[in-house]
């Protein structure tokens, strides 16, 4: 036999403040597992006999309450419909609200009592209510997790909400070498979404393209500042200059905080201005990465791979209808790129390039 889960949650409504017990789900139990364990437990009855008949109940159920009545199962559970609204004479008629009919479901004593004399409890540590950042989108690229000064940043999650003219509120975008930007440009702010169009600080080299998000918030007026901070890293766009010249400057690309870059394009063959990705690849079973081009879109044209197991001087090659027939790239630190990859990263890192032939 499994436990009752709980945490402690704060009572905020109590002063001195005081804490309640919440029940914490295992997770969602439906017809199929309810069918599965009855069929175990009694052998007689068929599992998907038993999947089908389970929603001609509900069914039955809800067109009794349609029809007026009240529903009751002996010593399990009752359903009953239920007005709210509020009328100013006797004679009004009912209101005129979505929300005018509920259905009422409520367990008799005996059925409680039956769960009240076997269940056990399990306390789980407490946590407490945070911002949640669960995905980052550039809304002009289409482009997660990519930081683009000519964009709107749209981040999703839970508990986002705060007051954007707060001192102690805000979302702010950092840079892992440096810089650090208290965001002020929102096109909207709710609790599971927020739009802005942001702010990138400076760093201290071209390649220091990466940056951290968080969000600060309070839940009451006189509450604890609660903090927020997105698990993923934020890339902007990098721009790789004189790709018709002999003699092109190196760019530092796919590079974290340090003071180096970790790649380095060199050169290339490029007939016109174009806007493209790369990625380097962590493949765990070769022990090696695999650098590539791609175009702007998820799942789009890419070009083939080029492997690397140490450092060293790659050429990459250009996808199809791409004016950037290819890419001289040299790996600088392959030893502290595959850590990047793999630890900050997932497994795979990305930058987008704007390649210019001047």
């Not at 070498?177 to 965001?183: D, L, M, P, V």
Request: a neutral charge.
């Amino acid at each position: 036999m499994t436990t009752i889960q709980w945490r402690p949650q704060v009572n905020a409504l109590t002063k001195p403040q005081s804490y309640r017990p919440q029940f914490v789900p295992r997770g969602t139990s439906g017809y199929d597992k309810m069918a599965a364990a009855i069929a175990a437990a009694h052998p007689n009855y068929n599992a998907e006999l038993l999947r089908s008949v389970a929603p001609l109940i509900m069914d039955w159920i809800q067109q009794e309450l349609i029809n007026g009545w009240q529903v009751t199962f002996s010593d399990a559970f009752t359903f009953y419909p239920t007005l709210t609204g509020r009328m100013k004479g006797p004679d009004d008629p009912l209101p005129d609200s979505e929300d005018l009919l509920q259905v009422t479901a409520y367990a008799s004593r005996p059925f409680v009592q039956g769960v009240r004399q076997v269940a056990q409890f399990e306390r789980l540590p407490m946590i407490e209510k945070l911002p949640v950042i669960t995905s980052v989108e550039d809304t002009k690229l289409k482009l997660a997790d990519v930081l683009n000064p000519a964009g709107v940043l749209r981040m999703t999650g839970s508990n986002l909400q705060f007051d954007e003219h707060a001192p102690d509120c805000g979302c702010t975008i950092s840079g892992t070498q440096s810089g650090e930007t208290k965001q002020s440009t929102f096109a909207s702010i709710s609790n599971s979404e927020i739009l802005l169009v942001p702010d990138i600080p400076a760093q201290a080299h071209p390649w220091h393209n990466e940056y951290t998000l968080s969000l600060s918030t309070q839940y009451t007026e006189h509450g604890t500042q609660r903090t927020g901070l997105y698990r993923r890293r934020l890339r902007s766009p990098l721009t790789v200059t004189k790709m018709g010249h002999a003699n092109p400057p190196d760019t530092g690309i796919l590079s974290g905080n340090g003071a180096n870059a970790l790649v380095s394009i060199t050169g290339g063959t490029v007939s016109a201005d174009e806007r493209l990705r790369i990625q380097a690849v962590l493949d765990m079973q070769a022990d090696r990465l695999l650098f590539s081009l791609l175009d702007m879109k998820e799942g789009g044209a890419t070009g083939a791979e080029a492997a690397a197991t140490a450092n060293g001087n790659l050429t990459l090659q250009g996808f199809s209808g791409s004016a950037v027939s290819n890419l001289a790239i040299r790996v600088n630190d392959y030893a502290a790129l595959k850590v990047l990859i793999r630890n900050q990263y997932g497994g795979r890192i990305v930058d987008i390039l704007d390649v210019k032939t001047a």
